[in-house]
């Protein structure tokens, strides 16, 4: 079955530390996987996004990594700032054009 | 450029009613995309459209469907409107399509209430 689990649920952090989200997947055929934040009741930002080849791909204080053979991937935020409270959603896309979207880690930055 | 634009904002509907929803894609994008989010399932995939084709869809009964104008605008409409049909809405849109490794870009969303 085609999943994407995400890790932790939620996470408090204070402001100015460094965290990173986890992102699980069982998905096939791959095509690519993506980051997104979505703040509440907004729309969802894309972050990042990775195809079967890139191991890296930063975006500003957002590192996002992936491994394609353990089928994992994690976002690393970097000095974290009040404004990066929000969840944080990671896609992958089917070839086929199919999304599974995964059920987002809700960050909360305190000062 | 201005981004993808949704309306309404929100809107409350009565149980078996009907609704539609409109999207207004960033000039120049010819994909269209539909997603559902609840706090339950979270976002689930719609359908897309390219072209005026619908592309794919998401498995989510005949009563959701959706066009997609010549001018890449689209129409999301839900027929016999259940309460479990009150979520948030996302339309999103990139130049080639979903798989194509093209940035997707999402609206802020119909907030749909069903009563």
């Known amino acids: 079955k085609n999943q994407v689990e995400q890790s932790p649920q939620s996470l408090i952090i204070l402001e100015g530390k460094n965290c990173t989200l986890q992102c699980n997947y069982t998905v096939s055929p791959f095509s690519n996987l993506r980051w997104y934040k979505q703040d509440t009741g907004r729309g969802p930002v894309s972050l990042t996004i990775?195809?079967?080849?890139?191991n890296t791909k930063s975006n500003g204080r957002y590192t996002a990594t992936l491994d394609a053979d353990t089928k994992q991937s994690s976002l690393h935020i970097t000095a974290s700032q009040l404004s990066d409270s929000a969840s944080y959603i990671c896609v992958v896309i089917q070839y086929g054009n199919k999304l599974v979207f995964g059920a987002g880690t809700i960050l909360r930055v305190k000062s | 450029k201005a981004g993808v634009t949704q309306t309404p904002r929100y809107l409350i509907k009565t149980r078996g009613q009907q609704v539609t929803l409109s999207c207004s894609p960033i000039?120049?994008?010819?994909?269209v995309s539909w997603y559902q989010q609840t706090p339950g399932q979270g976002l689930q995939f719609l359908f897309e459209y390219f072209s005026e084709t619908q592309r794919n869809k998401g498995n989510f009964p005949g009563r959701f469907s959706g066009r997609q104008f010549s001018n890449s605008r689209s129409e999301m409409n839900v027929s016999t409107l259940e309460l479990g049909d009150s979520a948030l809405y996302l339309c999103?849109?990139?130049?080639?399509?979903?798989?194509?490794?093209?940035?997707?870009?999402f609206g802020e969303g119909s907030w749909l209430t069903v009563v």
């Open positions: 990775m195809t079967f080849s890139e």
């Open positions: 999103a849109s990139s130049e080639q399509g979903i798989s194509s490794g093209n940035t997707i870009y």
């Open positions: 000039s120049g994008h010819r994909s």
